[in-house]
């Protein structure tokens, strides 16, 4: 801001200057002071945790016109209500205050000797004093897989210190609610989730009411790309809802058989767009109905495999990967409190390590799921994906040009980094400690040059995980307190909760309000570059979702057109005509006879502009083809070719050329079988 400039006023008298003095040091000091700055509160709890930030939040835009501030892409606020209520201890707020809120869960006293769920996961005896509010001497801490690291005041740091975007993933899985021993509530996902967003809305509500009333807190949750930016130009926070659930509408699988229908489907994607979800996850944890997942490591791996065969009554299943993509190597450690809920002579299988992929991909009704989402809008996670899975995906979206694809916090292989880019995605990463993730920047820092992206980072806080642990107080460059927010408007100092002060030399990141602390331990680690990529990153997220709100499904010139073939398939009880592969069915396909020189031509019906065709092939796939276009159906020219044909469902893309008739030239199979493709589409660009 400019300064004003300055003006003696004559008129000042003694009494005046008097007055002002007294006022000074009887009154409220300026940072607490009602009113007097939009950012505070006009009647915070008390007692209340302290935010130990000072200064105005940046508002507005840069010179560009695109909104600033960090992305935190992965985030679970009420996960406490997850999995039966009593896995994560504390609530991210309560009407009755911080003591109610930040409580142990019941069972943890007096010592946390049944802190079950923390040492069948890590280890140890989960040992731990309970006493939260006030003292909190062991929780939160970097390492504490089942306390709450959430609480709205903590948030509120991390918002003050320039996090304007937040994924709120709401999230649960109905098996680990099942086995674990204790809980408050039932099990299903979709009720879960239905109270985690309700509670998302009081969460708004109940800061508007610090702040005066109805839309004037920080806290703004947003259902759209253009509402965001807005709230972000405020300088406030974006809330966006996810979804992050093992069993979407109901769709688990028994035995390999689905436990949904494309009309569940349906229904659940219209629930969750009414109640604001604007992205969410096909799968986690479990396969399921929809797909395949990628597969946890160590002892962590081996419960969740004891989980997966307990809500499906398979373990997970793995094949050599065909590609440089890989699943997780399964966990192989020894996990023997979930083992124990094993029904008797049943064991966790040993895998080969060749073997890295799991063998279930996307299945029907997940392609029905997934082009569900396409339709409504919304952004598909493809973290926790199989390799197979995410493969196919990855071949829908290009097919429709789809730019909502999202990676939030490192579950992708790193090998589809530049795919999801050149869709248009976002990506971000786990929220390692300071060196590992200023490593991992590193390695796909080209990609975010080339494609001109920020970078997002993805707490998963409340998501049962590690978080960065202190480098130390010796260490050679530690954060030193007060330092100044990235665009330098705030002043950040340790931070206080009751009779507890957090120093992330120390402490790491225990809990949401140490984000802007470790953002400055990245600075001072990985350097000023990593920190600007992460401060574009709400402005890349926006764009990722503006740019899926304005996509528009392509018309397929080829639908319901003639086509004609060298050659089909004779069968006796099916028909595998060309005319299969434009009838706009998935289920019909064209198949050629077992011979290399084979084509599949469609008439279009008058000339267009042709500049992209997608072709779904059977598992008789064409190795080595040629897309060929003709104006008159005698002269053609190749538009397009490939010698390393791989099956799935291949995009064709070329300078757009005028063709009447678009010619599919096979010239090497793929197998010992003919030629087969599901679906043919013709498209203008």
Known sequence: MARRPYRSRKDVTVVSLLLLV?????????????????????????????????????????AQGEVRGFV??????????????????????????IADALKDCPEHYPDGTLAVFDYITHGGDGRHDPVGWPTFKDWPAHDSMTHQANYYAWVERAWRG??????????????????????????DEMTSIRLQAKLTYDLQAHIDKMYGGTGK???????????????????????????????????????DIAQCSKEDIDKGLDELYALGVRSMFLCHKFDNALCGVRFDEHGLGTAINVGQFLSTGTFWQTEKCTGPQKDNPIGGAAAPEAEATLPAGVEVPAYDEDARCNVRGLTGLGEYALRGMMKRKMMVEIDHMS???????????????????LSSHSWMDLNWTERVYSLGGFVAQYMHGSEEFSAEARRTDALR??????????????????????????TANPVTYPFRSVDGGSLIDRQTTGERTWDYNTDGAAHAGLIPDWIEDIRLVGGQDVVDDLFRGAESYLGTWGGTEKHQAGVNL?????????????????????????DGDAATRWAADWSDDQWLTVDLGSTHLVGRVT???ERAYGKSYRIELSTDGRTWRTAWSTTSGDGGLDTARFTATPARHVRVHGLERGTDWGYSLYEVGVHSG
Not at 162 to 186: A, E, M, P, W
Not at 393 to 402: K, M, N, R, T
Not at 453 to 466: A, E, K, S
């Open 217 to 255: 807190g920080w806290f703004r949750i947003v259902t759209d790309s253009a509402q965001a930016r807005e709230v972000v130009r405020q300088g406030k926070l974006a809330v966006v809802l996810g979804v992050e659930t093992s069993e979407p509408f109901g769709c688990k699988q028994i035995l």
């Open 449 to 474: 040059e080339k494609y001109g992206v920020g970078y997002g980072y993805g707490t998963d806080f409340n998501g049962i995980g590690d978080h960065p642990a202190p480098r130390g107080a010796n």
């Open 558 to 582: 080829a639908g319901g057109r003639t086509a004609t073939a060298s050659s089909q398939e004779s069968n006796p009880f099916t028909s595998y005509a060309p005319g299969r592969a434009v």
């Open 72 to 97: 935190d892409a992965h985030n679970h606020l009420m996960s406490n209500e997850a999995f039966g209520g009593r896995l994560i201890c504390g609530r991210t707020f309560s009407a009755a205050g």
């Open 162 to 187: 320039g996090q304007r975007v937040l994924v709120n993933d709401l999230v649960t899985n109905g098996v680990i609610c099942s086995v674990y021993f204790f809980k408050d509530r039932g099990c």
């Open 615 to 617: 072709l779904d092939w």
């Open 22 to 62: 007294l006022a000074m040091a009887l009154g409220p000091t300026p940072s607490s002071a009602a009113g007097t700055d939009w950012w505070d509160p006009t009647a915070r709890p008390t007692p209340d945790s302290r935010i130990d930030v000072t200064g105005a939040p940046f508002t507005g835009t840069d």
């Open 387 to 405: 390799v197979k899975a995410t493969g196919r995906v990855l071949d829908i979206l290009e097919a429709e040009s789809y730019p909502g694809v």
